[in-house]
């Protein structure tokens, strides 16, 4: 996708549902490669990272 991984078309799914977090290739620009998967759960690990902070 030409603008990357902050596209608003992947917002809705890229936004946690209550405790339910989403990752895998599919939800990144870079779709069906490893790098679109291992940003994808780094993007995760760190919005979990920053709740258990914040809590
Ligand atoms: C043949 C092939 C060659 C490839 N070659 C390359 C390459 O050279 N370079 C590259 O960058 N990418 C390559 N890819 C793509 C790369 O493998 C994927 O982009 C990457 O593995 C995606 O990682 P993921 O964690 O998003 O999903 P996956 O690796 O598919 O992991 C999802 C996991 O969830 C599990 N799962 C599914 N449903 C459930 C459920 N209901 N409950 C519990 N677990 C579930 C699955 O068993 C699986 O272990 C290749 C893919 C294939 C098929």
Known sequence: ??????APAYAPVNTAQ?????AGDHLNYMDA???GAVSSARKVVTALHQRVLAS
């Open 1 to 6: 996708m030409p603008d990357g991984p902050g």
């Open 18 to 22: 209550g405790h339910v977090y989403f």
């Open 33 to 35: 490669r490893q790098h």
